[in-house]
């Protein structure tokens, strides 16, 4: 089992910026990938980001250039660095982690709200 925590959501002006963090514990494998996703209202739920245990990274496209995602494997966590964010990243965010053995674990989400 795997237990995902996240933190750092909140309600920030459009062009604003956010942290997000999801700190994974329980019995995590090495090689893994960790990512967040997001699910606005009536919309289904999108990566957003992901980043696997050796660095490498992917974004979707709406969010390059904004978001950098990271990790620190010491503490088995992910942060999403989310800058110049628009109304349309609204959106409850979700931490994802996978590894082998058909490891899926989803944390309980944190809402991102961006408004003036």
């Known amino acids: 089992q795997v237990q995902l925590v996240e933190s750092g959501g909140g309600l920030v002006q459009p062009g604003g910026s956010l942290r997000l963090s999801c700190a994974a514990s329980g019995s995590i494998f090495s090689i893994n990938i960790m990512g967040w996703y997001r699910q606005a209202p009536g919309k289904q739920r999108e990566l957003v980001a992901a980043?696997?245990?050796?660095?490498?990274?992917n974004y979707a496209d709406s969010v390059k250039g904004r978001f950098t995602i990271s990790r620190d494997n010491a503490k088995n966590t992910v942060y999403l660095q989310m800058n110049s964010l628009k109304p349309e990243d609204t959106a409850v965010y979700y931490c994802?982690?996978?590894?082998?053995?058909?490891?899926?674990?989803w944390g309980q989400g944190t809402q991102v709200t961006v408004s003036s």
């Open positions: 994802r982690y996978t590894a082998v053995a058909g490891a899926d674990y």
């Open positions: 980043i696997t245990s050796a660095g490498s990274t």
